[in-house]
């Protein structure tokens, strides 16, 4: 999994479909703080970052990409609104491909079987994935835990020497 930090400004978010656990937009726009535009398509997010995910939203928004697909874990919007979640179906998956892989192989080696590679396999597979994945989950959240103080800078400086009003 890769992680992704993007400040800006939601311009354009596709109505989203939902089923109560997961949010999944076909397009969202973000026009990035150097003016620059970034599209993402078929994003995946949990239901209280996609409330903040409306046209207008303007803060550091968090991604990632998995293997199967793409999404937002967690936002800082200006107003002051946080919110991190980041899936951990892939993370859970992983966990028990590996341990059915060591079942498997356990049996297969006390049964005098021989050896079941497709357990081997899967096992290794498991194990890999798992660590990455979970690896990813900890650097996102420290990543998330690390930008707290992030927020007040979203708000716009004053260029003209002006002291904003309370």
Do not use: C, W
């Not at 354009?12 to 703080?33: D, E, H, M």
């Not at 859970?92 to 192989?105: E, Q, S």
């Not at 890999?128 to 930008?147: M, N, P, Q, S, W």
């Amino acid at each position: 999994m890769g992680l992704e930090v993007i400040d800006g400004t939601v311009e354009a978010a596709t109505p989203p479909k939902s089923n109560g656990k997961r949010v999944i937009y076909k397009n969202i726009t973000f026009r990035l703080a150097d003016g620059t535009e970034r599209r993402f398509g078929n994003l995946v997010v949990a239901p209280s970052v996609a409330e903040m995910l409306q046209p207008g939203s303007a803060g550091r928004f968090y991604g990632y990409s998995a293997i199967d697909h793409k999404g937002m874990f967690a936002a800082r919007t200006q107003n002051g609104r946080s919110d991190f979640i980041i899936p951990s179906g892939n993370e859970r998956n992983m966990k028990m491909m590996m341990i059915v892989g060591a079942l498997a192989f356990a049996v297969t080696l006390f049964a005098r079987n021989g050896i079941m590679f497709l357990a081997v396999i899967v096992g290794i597979a498991g194990a890999i994935g798992y660590v990455r994945y979970r690896k990813t989950r900890l650097e996102a959240r420290a990543r998330y835990d690390a930008d707290a103080s992030h927020a007040p800078s979203f708000a716009p400086a004053a260029t003209d020497g002006a002291i904003p009003l309370p």
